[in-house]
């Protein structure tokens, strides 16, 4: 592992400060549990760690007239098995309990669910695929089984990981994201990028943003919201598919 400098960030305006004088040198550490294989694998070689996870004000789930809001240092587990997201937003809870192990779920946060990397397998290991640089995307004639896409892939056959994306889009959430130039709010659905759009990135933040908050529109009590997953096997996986489904 490259060796980088360490921050423990205390407030969403300090990380504010450190982005805008380091913003493209610095990465986001949340739970790390991403992070931490891709700072292994040097697959990514920040010269600065911020870490998020002992920002207080960054850890919660609220439920307001309009909606619910919850924190983006705010863990897997907690969504899980919140009472209200269990209740009125059933396809997130559903899908934050799908994620991983509960391990994962102790140590994961939304935001960081969101944000992380995706898991091609060329990606993850000693290929210098498309999107690392290379001319080509190996999994279009290699293994291509799992973790890729079978519409729409364009250069690179990638498909996001992430579980709750699933559910936050299909849930018309939005995305609160804090800048150094400005702070911006996106909708979920428009959050992501694929390949076609930019082969290195897999969503729209800038080098000097990050996100703060996720916020549901509030819906009808007892609106009976699904997530399914399927997966080659029962537990500690990533989605072969996955579909979330919310009644109008
Ligand atoms: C064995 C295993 C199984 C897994 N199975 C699943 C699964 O079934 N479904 C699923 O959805 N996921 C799965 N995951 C992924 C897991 O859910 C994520 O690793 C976790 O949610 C990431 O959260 P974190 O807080 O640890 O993020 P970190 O590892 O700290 O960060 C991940 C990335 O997001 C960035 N980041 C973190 N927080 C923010 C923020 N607030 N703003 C901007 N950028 C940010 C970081 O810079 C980094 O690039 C699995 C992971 C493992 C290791």
């Known amino acids: 592992m490259q060796s980088f ?107 960081g669910n969101l944000c992380q990397r995706p898991r091609c397998w060329y990606f993850r290991g000693p290929f210098m695929c498309i999107r690392k640089g290379g001319d080509t995307c190996y999994a279009v004639n290699g293994e291509n089984q799992y973790y890729h896409a079978i519409l729409e892939g364009e250069d690179c056959f990638m498909v996001h990981p992430s579980d709750t994306a699933v559910a936050l889009i299909a849930l018309d959430a939005d995305i609160i994201i804090a800048g150094v130039k400005k702070d911006r709010v996106v909708k979920a659905e428009n959050f992501f990028i694929g390949p076609g759009e930019d082969i290195e990135k897999e969503n729209i933040l800038e080098p000097d943003e990050f996100i703060t908050e996720i916020r549901i529109p509030a819906i009808e009590i007892n609106t009976r919201s699904t997530f399914l997953k399927t997966r080659i096997r029962g537990a500690w996986n990533f989605a072969l598919a996955s579909v979330a489904e919310v009644p109008s």
């Open 5 to 111: 400098k360490w921050i423990n960030a205390t407030s969403v305006d300090e990380v504010k400060e450190i982005f805008a004088q380091q913003g493209d040198k610095a990465r986001i550490f949340a739970g790390g549990s991403d992070l931490m294989t891709m700072l292994k694998e040097r697959l990514d070689m920040p010269e600065l760690i911020v870490n998020i996870g002992n920002i207080k004000a960054l850890k919660y789930i609220r439920e307001e007239e309009d909606g619910v809001r919850i924190g983006a240092m705010t863990v897997l587990a907690d969504i899980a098995e919140h009472p209200v997201l269990g209740r009125n937003f059933t396809a997130l809870a559903q899908a934050a309990k799908a994620v991983g192990s509960p391990q994962i779920r102790n140590m994961g946060s939304i935001g």
